[in-house]
């Protein structure tokens, strides 16, 4: 389902450049639960897409799950934060949230599946909705204020990537490119592995990550696109998705994964933090491209891959299936990365053992 | 070319484009179809891009592949349709401000000629089925 109205706020505040009563309000709602109930609030202090981001967090079940899948994200002590995360759990603190349905708050709002995305005029303020958790992210204060009904109800997929879509548009704003990805790393260089769903690229990732390489991403990765190479690419998340064919061909892994609980969601959750045989991080240089190709068949060498090729694979992915939707702004940075970055295709055949091995002559034949 | 509006360009409502390599990448983001042109469906891409009449394309083709004019004619009305079809272009009739010249045609001799085509990828759209798309999501300014 894909809804979009232009409807006026109905807190009248016009549009003004930081529509006011809803951001406010929530984070008058948040000191409120601070203040209510001090020896429930969990502070977390760690990068996100290379930028110091602080997190407060009241709710002890909630702060264990928002943060179980930050364990690739580098901690700092001093660092001014260029975002504040504010979180609350209303069960926990009984603090009620100003508003209970994000669509319809401000002036522009979409549904899109199960989330709703509401903006101001200026796109300064934007606020999502997924079932029960509403976050708002004011762009000018550099500040997430947000809530959940129950940390007990909060989806497989909101406890394995927390924030994903808020903290996507946040580093849309940052000049940083979301990418379908999956990432790993060997040696501080970095090897993506774009695609779209079901192309290979959790298998791809899944299989380096067993063989040793650090992980950064299954599935979403932040490129810092800039005029020359290196291009820095962050994993946001320590967490990656099994469904059953993952679960079959890397058991070691399955043993750890959280199974769903639910018949929307069918694939499980592995949290990196709870398989010590993972080595995560959080970026890397990216070295070279690496598209996947599954054969029916076993695994050929990689072979080189042209520019066109690789956007083809880099582009539909990420511009169509990403929040927030790309446009041509968004295909001028992927091209730039196609263009700059060496790409190869990478086939997955029967055999996934053949994978890392090939991602390592990818390595080798990159300067 | 009858019926055929005297000049397209890209439909940016709908639609994103990118040439790479000498070949044209299009994606439609509303039907989440995307496209790629190359060899000859490049070069009419630019053209477009450049604001040329779709009449004088085929002078410009003409001038550098080894094509007739009337076949060249012929083929650009069937892509530049399809274009129009898969509402990746759309009419626009204001002169290009931006003067045309035809395709480098090196040292005179002709390129060989192959027919334009627009290669469609549907995979997205399958995909996009239960979550499509969002158009006008780009209307609003992100950056700082």
């Keep these: 389902m894909n809804k979009q109205s232009d409807s006026p706020r109905p807190d009248g505040s016009g549009d003004s450049p930081f529509p006011p009563s809803v951001f406010d309000l929530s984070r008058a709602a948040f000191e409120l639960a601070v203040r209510e109930h001090p020896s429930m609030v969990h502070e977390h202090c760690g990068t996100l897409l290379g930028r110091p981001v602080r997190w407060r967090i009241v709710g002890q079940h909630f702060a264990r799950r928002v943060v179980a899948p930050l364990s690739n994200t580098l901690r700092f002590d001093d660092a001014t934060p260029d975002l504040e995360i504010e979180l609350w759990d209303v069960a926990a603190t009984g603090v009620r949230p100003p508003v209970e349905v994000a669509e319809g708050t401000l002036v522009r709002s979409w549904t899109v599946g199960l989330e709703t995305l509401t903006v101001s005029a200026d796109g300064q303020l934007v606020g999502h909705q997924l079932h029960t958790t509403i976050l708002w992210l004011n762009r000018a204060a550099r500040r997430i204020v947000g809530w959940t009904a129950a940390a007990a109800g909060l989806s497989l997929h909101q406890r394995g990537k927390p924030l994903q879509t ?202 | 070319m009858e019926g055929l509006a005297s000049r397209v360009r890209l439909n940016d409502q709908e639609a994103v484009a990118k040439i790479i390599d000498g070949e044209a990448i299009l994606i439609n983001l509303v039907s989440g179809v995307y496209y790629s042109m190359d060899g000859t469906g490049a070069v009419i891409w630019s053209l477009i891009q450049a604001g040329e009449p779709v009449e004088r394309m085929a002078a410009s083709l003409a001038a550098s592949y080894d094509v007739t004019l009337e076949q060249a004619a012929i083929d650009i009305e069937a892509v530049v349709r399809e274009l129009l079809e898969q509402r990746l272009v759309v009419p626009d009739d204001v002169p290009s401000s931006f003067p045309t010249a035809p395709v480098a045609a090196g040292n005179g001799t002709k390129l060989p000629y192959v027919a334009p085509a627009l290669n469609a990828y549907t995979d997205m759209g399958d995909l996009l089925a239960l979550d499509p798309p969002v158009p006008g999501f780009n209307d609003i300014s992100w950056e700082k």
Excluded: N
């Excluded at chain 1, 040793?212 to 690419?233: H, K, M, Q, R, T």
């Excluded at chain 1, 995560?280 to 070295?287: N, W």
């Excluded at chain 1, 070279?288 to 068949?297: C, E, F, H, Q, T």
């Design chain 1, 166 to 367: 808020i903290l996507s548009i946040w580093g849309h704003g940052c000049g940083v490119q979301a990418v379908h990805a999956g990432l790993v790393a060997r040696d501080h260089r970095a090897v993506l592995f774009p695609g779209k769903s079901g192309s290979g690229k959790s298998t791809a990732t899944l299989a380096c990550a067993s063989a040793g390489y650090a992980f950064l991403s299954d599935d979403w990765v932040g490129v810092e696109i800039g005029d020359d190479p290196p291009f820095v690419a962050h994993g946001l998340y320590g967490s990656a998705w099994l469904d059953p064919m993952h679960a079959r061909r890397f058991p070691a892994l399955a043993v750890h994964a959280v199974p769903t609980g639910s018949a929307v969601e069918t694939k499980s959750l592995l949290l990196m933090s709870d398989a010590p045989e993972i080595h995560v991080a959080s970026a890397a240089p990216l070295a070279a491209l690496a598209l996947p190709r599954i054969v029916d068949r076993a695994a050929a060498p990689p072979v080189r891959a042209t520019r066109a090729e690789a956007l083809l694979v880099l582009a539909p992915s990420t511009v169509l299936q990403l929040l927030p939707r790309g446009g041509r702004r968004e295909l001028e940075r992927l091209a730039r990365l196609a263009e700059q970055v060496p790409a190869y295709w990478l086939e997955l055949g029967h055999d996934l053992g053949a994978i890392p091995g090939h991602v390592e002559e990818i390595l080798a034949a990159t300067p």
